[in-house]
């Protein structure tokens, strides 16, 4: 099936209300430029590098999205040239970016990844160290970040209720979080989760934005 189609059949069963990021790492300019051309425009790269690599190849009008764990010292290749940095998982990571895009004048975009799966191997902040954190933070004093809200992902595991559980925790973690204020409200905020083997599960469990790679493009080498 082409990439076209695919896209048609993943998006055909997303809501309204849920936005698709199309997860394009590891994939060529090409098979981007075919769901651009499809009228696509909301793309996730993991490494930066890759990023840098496709970003000038592709029309400006393209919305990049970075879903995987960034170091501190690429935060200058990235800040102010993303739509939404996905994955900022500690609040040093959260310094450098605001730092960095106050040095630029901009204001970045950026969603907090909360860690409720029981894998030890996956970044970001546990909810009670996501509360406390958001309890002390001022926005005021981080004029370069707008927190829009938070990513997640469940574990990698065939048990499925295992991962509606996850998925469950994330959005009363994120409910929690907007209900108290703690996350801003004033702009529109999302619950990035879900992926090609799960976002079924993540849409039935309140996620508003789902990262999908392999549904659309294949699998990767
Ligand atoms: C690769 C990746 C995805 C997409 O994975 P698929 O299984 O190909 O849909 C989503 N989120 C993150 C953080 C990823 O690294």
Redesign the pocket.
């Known amino acids: 099936m082409s990439i076209a189609t695919q896209l048609a059949s993943v998006q055909g069963t997303i809501p309204e209300g849920v936005e698709l990021i199309a997860?394009s790492?590891t994939h060529p300019v090409e098979a981007i430029r075919e769901a651009y051309d499809a009228g696509h425009r909301a793309f996730?790269e993991?490494r930066v590098q890759e990023f840098l690599e496709k970003v000038g190849d592709l029309p400006k009008d393209v919305q990049w999205h970075l879903?995987?764990h960034l170091q501190r010292n690429k935060v200058k290749m990235v800040v102010g040239r993303v739509a939404l940095i996905h994955?900022v998982d500690s609040p040093r990571l959260l310094e450098a970016i605001d730092r960095e895009a106050q040095a630029k004048g901009v204001c970045q975009d950026i969603l907090l990844q909360a860690h409720v799966a029981q894998e030890q191997t996956k970044f970001g902040f546990a909810p009670q160290e996501l509360k406390e954190y958001l309890q002390s933070f001022s926005s005021e004093e981080h004029p370069g970040i707008r927190i829009r809200g938070l990513m997640g992902?469940a574990t990698f595991t065939f048990d499925e209720q295992q991962v509606r559980t996850e998925f469950r925790q994330l959005k009363q973690l994120f409910d929690w979080l907007t209900g108290t204020g703690l996350l801003p409200t004033d702009q529109r905020s999302y619950l990035s989760m879900g992926?090609?083997?799960d976002y079924h599960l993540a849409i039935d469990e309140g996620s508003t934005m789902v990262?999908?790679?392999?549904?659309i493009f294949g699998t990767?080498q």
Do not use: E, F, P, T
Request: aromatic share 0%; hydrophobic share 35%; charged share 20%.
């Open positions: 997860v790492k996730g993991n879903i995987g994955s992902m992926m090609s083997g990262r999908v790679g392999s549904a990767r």
